[in-house]
């Protein structure tokens, strides 16, 4: 009789930095497979322009396109209004976001293959979408490039702040951090949860966790991210889902092993 698979993650300690609660899909991932969850959110998520948004999507069919480069704004969006109908499109930075749109019943017409916000800019150029209309709903803390590039090609861009980050502080983080051998793989899912740890517990301690610890990401975005911190991320997701980021994290630590 065949022994049951036993998953590299099993006992291994998986640093969490995504907010989700201490039973999230990713956090509930690493469990199904072993793995000890250390759940240290860099950040909570709260509403932004709520109001604004909402009135944006009870019209979609004045825009040719919604665009989205994170499933947390597709959240925002799915809360406030119905998936649109009628000329209006619909696009995704990656097959994570693509799916939480999925999930709501939204359609999506467009996924560039490379998942960051320049390649979906880049695929939407290619549409021509010089006078389009688009409405972006995204984070407060998102970086310009992707408007700017949307603009640079003719279109005329509706952006609308959708989510906010929250720093979070937690008791004990600090000095857990300093600790010998604290974690056996860290997973970052956007630039901003390495930004929201940085915050956390300093950038010199996340410097050093990051040179003696593994870290596994969601895309090319937070992989560069890392490369502006002089650190190469150990694996990317793939596909860019959390699933994917679960399995690039038991390639590493069975490759450490």
């Not at 640079?152 to 600090?174: F, K, P, Q």
């Amino acid at each position: 009789m065949r022994k049951p698979h036993r998953s590299p993650l099993a006992r291994a300690r998986v640093l969490v930095t995504r907010a989700e609660p201490r039973n999230g899909p990713l956090s509930s991932l690493l469990r199904a497979r072993g793995a000890i969850v250390v759940h240290w959110p860099a950040y909570r998520i709260a509403p932004g322009s709520t109001r604004e948004l909402k009135a944006a999507l009870a019209s979609p069919d004045r825009y040719d396109w919604i665009a989205f480069t994170s499933a947390n704004a597709v959240q925002a969006a799915t809360v406030c209004g119905a998936p649109p109908r009628g000329r209006t499109r619909v696009a995704a930075v990656g097959e994570a976001t693509a799916a939480a749109l999925r999930e709501h019943g939204w359609p999506v017409h467009l996924k560039p293959r490379t998942a960051s916000a320049l390649s979906l800019a880049r695929q939407l150029a290619k549409r021509r979408i010089g006078g389009c209309q688009v409405l972006f709903p995204h984070s407060e803390r998102a970086a310009p490039d992707f408007a700017d590039a949307l603009r640079a090609a003719g279109a005329h861009v509706h952006s609308i702040v959708a989510y906010r980050l929250l720093s979070i502080a937690r008791a004990g983080i600090a000095r857990a951090s300093r600790t010998a051998h604290p974690f056996d793989v860290l997973t970052f899912t956007s630039p901003s949860t390495i930004d929201g740890l940085e915050a956390r517990i300093g950038r010199a301690r996340v410097r050093a966790l990051l040179e003696r610890t593994p870290a596994v990401v969601m895309g090319h975005t937070t992989a560069r991210a890392l490369g502006q911190r002089g650190v190469r991320a150990a694996r990317r997701a793939k596909p860019t889902t959390l699933a994917g980021l679960v399995s690039a994290a038991e390639r590493v630590v069975a490759a450490r092993n």
